[in-house]
């Protein structure tokens, strides 16, 4: 079994942010079926909860 990669979700609507695998349908700030794009950070020095902070 293999245990799927947490990447931090954005939503291009509101801004909200959370940690999931995959995107969901609906955004649980707004609740509308929006866009997310993925602003995990990858850099291992980065000192945030997993946001690259150029990305956000
Ligand atoms: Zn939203």
Same mark, same amino acid.
């Given at each position: 079994m293999t245990q799927l990669p947490q990447i931090t979700w954005k939503c291009v609507k509101c801004g909200y942010t959370y940690t999931a695998a995959q995107p969901a349908d609906e955004c649980p700030a707004c609740h509308e079926r929006c866009e997310f794009v993925d602003v995990s950070c990858? @850099? %291992? /020095?980065?000192? !945030? %909860? !997993? @946001? /690259?902070d150029r990305l956000v």
């Open positions: 990858y @850099t %291992p /020095d980065c000192a !945030g %909860p !997993g @946001t /690259d």
